[in-house]
């Protein structure tokens, strides 16, 4: 029998429905994220270049760039960066796994930032694959409840599959502490490209990605609204790159990230 979505079968009372209604809490009308805190926060950011041979994993050259830039945008919006060269999955797992244990009672918000070869759902530490559920689900609000209601930004930089693109012409939780919020809430996953494709990264300049992030973030991190920032890097990657590879096959190429938001307010870096 259909139901609706309170889970009572269409063919009952209208009396019984209405006893039954959702609970009409006042709910806080707050659009952004608070960041009325010490401390923006910590960043977290794992950059593996160097893979153990038994994986058949290539040097990722002009990942440190990446880090580089990363590291230097991330402390000037203010956050308290910490870069993790060349780690194993077990070791990922420890770092992430100790983050989330932390008390960021005084924090506004958290991020990670992921730098290694990859597959779909897939982060590699240098000896080997990690689940990405595994690592961002440390953060859950049932799990890491000092982050709960506040946002959790994770960027990765990596592979997602094989596939070639040709291209085409053409409430607050601080002011109502009794308020029920999914667990899954406020999380931001900003992958560098779309599933199943490649993910392309110069070996001098590092990847299209994060380059244009941080290119975006240090121009408009202190005026726009975090969607509005990562459309610009989604239109930066999507125009201004293209591969160049002495392999036609992988030459004139292009990539477009892939944004997945599960934010509840709109999230900007400075008041």
């Known amino acids: 029998m259909e139901t609706d979505n309170t889970g009572i079968s269409v063919g009952q009372t209208a009396a019984a429905l209405e006893a039954l209604q959702m609970d009409p809490k006042p709910k806080s009308h707050e659009l952004r994220y608070s960041l ?15 893979f153990d041979p038994k994986t058949g994993l290539n040097v990722r050259n002009g990942t440190e760039a990446d880090a580089d830039r990363v590291k230097s945008v991330f402390e000037q919006l203010g ?9 194993t999955a077990a070791q990922i797992k420890h770092v992430l796994g100790s983050a989330a244990k932390e008390n960021h009672s005084q924090c506004a918000s958290f991020v990670c930032v992921l730098l290694s070869h990859g597959d779909e759902g897939i982060f590699f530490g240098t000896d080997g694959p990690v689940k990405l559920q595994t690592l961002t689900s440390m953060f859950r609000g049932d799990r890491c409840t000092s982050l709960a209601g506040k946002p959790k ?21 601080q002011d109502n502490p009794t308020e029920k919020i999914p667990v899954e809430a406020d999380f931001l996953y900003a992958y560098s490209t779309a599933p199943g494709y490649y993910s392309w990264r110069s070996i001098f300049n590092g990847s299209c990605f994060i380059q244009s992030l941080c290119e975006m973030m240090s121009k408009y991190g202190t005026t726009l609204e975090l969607m509005h920032i990562l459309t610009r890097v989604n239109h ?3 125009l201004n790159f293209e591969s160049s590879c002495n392999d036609p096959r992988f030459h004139g190429k292009k990539q477009i990230p892939y944004i997945v938001t599960m934010l509840t307010k709109e999230m900007y870096f400075r008041p």
């Open 36 to 50: 009325r805190y010490p401390s923006m926060g910590h960043c977290i950011v794992i950059n593996n270049k160097n």
């Open 153 to 173: 930004l994770f960027f990765i930089q990596g592979c997602r599959g094989t596939d070639l693109d040709g291209g085409v012409e053409v409430d607050s939780v």
């Open 79 to 87: 956050y308290e960066v910490k870069v993790f060269n060349d780690q």
């Open 236 to 238: 930066m990657v999507a």
